[in-house]
């Protein structure tokens, strides 16, 4: 729950945005989403971790694409929002305005999820064949780019092919969009790997800011990935992972998605935290702290 009086110009599942006229202001919010529903409970922290993951990865990668990030210090808040600013601290990014491209940037390294269900009735993945003898988390030969549609709060993203993301925006930027997230998730990929993690697949999402490509929102964090321990994988099997994984098991476990997703138990909250303390620390190489 927010504790910022001022009304957001608007919701996300997990972020609010305030609208600033050239700048938009993002603050992630503790709110945890599965299958599509906000979740009555939210993870302590979560959003701090979201925040600053997201940070880290903008600058890593400033060489690789450029971003929207003009500042997370406190110092730099609007005036209207410094009487918040303990609790905004960590939690929110000052952004450039960027106009934001209609899809969903999908890149999948390894074969699970809904791919790996596809993959097991058809041979493909959003319609992309791939070779037989693919199993349970099989790491793919090459990463694929599957778009999606960006759904409303509450709606559900549908995956499309390469062609009709060009239908919606134009060959070019289809294009460069598609070559930008296997670059981006590519240079991440391997940062991850000589930490220990594996980055099995992730979303990006992109803007134009003066006539330039941007990559913006949150990028590359346990909301937006799947990310598993290195040490641990093995072909054939579900991954332990650093995600909301664990959360969505326990739903699957306790709820039938009929009606209003229940509360979650005490010990789901708090290993969900630590799960997205473990990806952050893992990844940085910095002590978190809250």
């Not at 349970?136 to 549609?149: F, G, M, R, V």
């Amino acid at each position: 729950m927010s504790v910022i009086d001022i009304k957001p110009d608007a919701q996300g599942k997990v972020r609010d945005l305030y609208d600033l006229g050239d700048k938009l202001l993002l603050v992630a919010t503790d709110r945890i989403s599965a299958f599509d529903y906000i979740l009555p409970d939210e993870i302590p922290g979560k959003g701090i971790v979201l925040t600053q993951l997201s940070c880290f990865w903008f600058e890593l990668l400033d060489g690789v694409v450029e971003n929207h990030l003009v500042s997370s210090d406190v110092a730099d808040l609007p005036d209207q929002f410094k009487p918040y600013a303990d609790y905004l601290r960590g939690r929110f990014m000052l952004v450039k305005k960027a106009e934001m491209f209609p899809v969903e940037c999908i890149v999948r390294g390894y074969l699970a999820g809904s791919g790996l269900k596809e993959y097991g009735a058809q041979g493909t993945v959003c319609g992309i064949p791939l070779p037989a003898g693919l199993v349970n988390s099989s790491k793919l030969a090459e990463p694929i780019y599957t778009p999606s549609t960006k759904a409303e709060v509450g709606g559900h993203d549908e995956n499309i092919s390469f062609e009709r993301s060009a239908q919606l925006m134009g060959e070019e930027d289809a294009a460069a969009l598609r070559d930008l997230s296997l670059k981006v998730y590519t240079a991440a990929r391997d940062h991850a790997a000589e930490n220990g993690i594996i980055i099995a697949d992730t979303k990006f999402e992109f803007g134009r800011v003066d006539g330039k490509i941007v990559l913006a929102d949150e990028v590359l964090t346990p909301d937006s990935s799947r990310f598993w321990p290195g040490d641990a994988y093995e072909e054939g099997k579900d991954q332990p992972s650093f995600d909301k994984q664990f959360v969505r098991d326990w739903l699957s476990a306790n709820w039938d998605r009929q009606g209003n997703p229940p509360h979650l138990p005490q010990d789901v909250i708090e290993k969900t935290a630590e799960k997205y303390v473990q990806a952050y620390e893992k990844i940085t190489g910095r002590s978190f702290s809250y």
